[in-house]
């Protein structure tokens, strides 16, 4: 008689048993659905909060003074492209030209100091290693405000104020503290069984480095890249403590954060607010093609290092 009333009290335990876990993933789902909806609205309203802005600056490039000054949200009426010509002919083309030529040496420079400074710091120990990783870091924590007085006397003492060469030298002092952080990561990432290889096939310490570790970090190099490019094309402060005539001789070498606020300044009272737009749009529109064009590389470079 006890068997059966055993058999009998177990069976609702284990049905209890077996429907407690549909429950809980039942309630799993729901979490999962609910958070989805979060985080893609969360998205999709940040989206609009950038997109938005960067259209009615557009839009704006096409508009008339009495357009805008009349509703600054309408429609344009009118789609010319003159407004970029008259933009470009009012300076927008020599700032745009000053802010090429500077970049095209100091952001290939900072990738190559940088990343072999942090492929040193990475992979080989030695004597206040440590030291001199945090003293770059370090470096990336401090406000540039508090260094402008004697950085601007330290360039003029080697009288390269207002000249493309001491703009480029302190693009790459600015820049390096976050490409060694950001590449010291990564190369710490880089399997060690390749770089043993070649050492024992005789390769030497400069080979190593360019032709086996750098191609490995290629994702790294892009993102930090395009990082390093972005932040320098955009820098206002330093190039407007550098980059002033220091006489009437002088030629005005301005980069193109300078220059859109001398265009301003150069108007006066007779303003053309669409010429203003449209150099910003000149301005806006190299680093949205940049950015849109290695965004993949740039999220796999951010991704690998943790992904390893």
Same mark, same amino acid.
């Given at each position: 008689?006890?068997?059966?009333?055993?058999?009998?009290?177990?069976?609702?335990?284990?049905?209890?048993?077996? +429907? =407690?876990?549909?429950?809980?993933? @039942? !309630?799993?789902?729901?979490?999962? /659905?609910?958070?989805?909806? &979060? %985080?893609?609205?969360?998205?999709?309203?940040?989206?609009?909060?950038?997109?938005?802005?960067?259209?009615?600056?557009?839009?704006?490039?096409?508009?008339?003074?009495?357009?805008?000054?009349?509703?600054?949200?309408?429609?344009?009426?009118?789609?010319?492209?003159?407004?970029?010509? +008259? =933009?470009?002919?009012?300076?927008? @083309? !020599?700032?745009?030209?000053?802010? /090429?030529?500077?970049?095209? &040496? %100091?952001?290939?420079?900072?990738?190559?100091?940088?990343?072999?400074?942090?492929?040193?710091?990475?992979?080989?120990?030695?004597?206040?290693?440590?030291?001199?990783?945090?003293?770059?870091?370090?470096?990336?924590?401090?406000?540039?405000?508090?260094?402008?007085?004697?950085?601007?006397?330290?360039?003029?003492?080697?009288?390269?104020?207002?000249?493309?060469?001491?703009?480029?030298?302190?693009?790459?002092?600015?820049?390096?503290?976050?490409?060694?952080?950001?590449?010291?990561?990564?190369?710490?990432?880089?399997?060690?069984?390749?770089?043993?290889?070649?050492?024992?096939?005789?390769?030497?310490?400069?080979?190593?480095?360019?032709?086996?570790?750098?191609?490995?970090?290629?994702?790294?190099?892009?993102?930090?890249?395009?990082?390093?490019?972005?932040?320098?094309?955009?820098?206002?402060?330093?190039?407007?403590?550098?980059?002033?005539?220091?006489?009437?001789?002088?030629?005005?070498?301005?980069?193109?954060?300078?220059?859109?606020?001398?265009?301003?300044?150069?108007?006066?009272?007779?303003?053309?607010?669409?010429?203003?737009?449209?150099?910003?749009?000149?301005?806006?529109?190299?680093?949205?093609?940049?950015?849109?064009?290695?965004?993949?590389?740039?999220?796999?470079?951010?991704?690998?290092?943790?992904?390893?």
């Amino acid at each position: 008689m006890s068997a059966p009333i055993k058999e009998t009290a177990a069976a609702p335990a284990e049905g209890a048993v077996t +429907r =407690a876990p549909a429950r809980r993933r @039942g !309630d799993q789902a729901g979490e999962g /659905v609910v958070l989805n909806a &979060f %985080s893609h609205g969360f998205l999709a309203l940040w989206a609009l909060l950038i997109v938005l802005p960067l259209l009615w600056l557009v839009f704006s490039s096409f508009k008339t003074d009495v357009q805008i000054g009349g509703s600054a949200f309408g429609w344009p009426h009118n789609w010319s492209f003159d407004v970029f010509r +008259r =933009a470009w002919n009012k300076g927008i @083309g !020599d700032y745009f030209l000053n802010t /090429v030529i500077v970049l095209v &040496f %100091s952001v290939p420079l900072t990738m190559l100091f940088g990343s072999m400074a942090a492929y040193v710091l990475a992979r080989y120990r030695f004597w206040g290693n440590r030291l001199l990783y945090y003293f770059f870091v370090a470096g990336a924590m401090f406000p540039v405000f508090l260094a402008l007085v004697p950085l601007f006397f330290m360039v003029k003492r080697l009288d390269m104020l207002n000249t493309y060469q001491g703009l480029i030298l302190v693009y790459i002092a600015y820049s390096m503290p976050f490409t060694v952080f950001f590449m010291h990561a990564f190369f710490r990432t880089l399997p060690t069984a390749i770089f043993e290889a070649a050492v024992l096939d005789g390769a030497s310490h400069t080979r190593i480095f360019f032709q086996v570790m750098l191609p490995m970090a290629k994702p790294g190099l892009i993102s930090v890249g395009i990082f390093n490019t972005l932040g320098q094309w955009n820098q206002f402060i330093l190039p407007t403590v550098l980059m002033q005539p220091q006489s009437g001789s002088d030629p005005e070498r301005y980069v193109l954060t300078q220059g859109l606020i001398q265009l301003q300044q150069q108007q006066g009272y007779a303003s053309d607010l669409p010429v203003l737009f449209a150099g910003v749009t000149i301005a806006m529109i190299p680093m949205l093609v940049v950015y849109l064009s290695f965004q993949r590389q740039v999220q796999a470079g951010l991704t690998s290092a943790t992904l390893k």
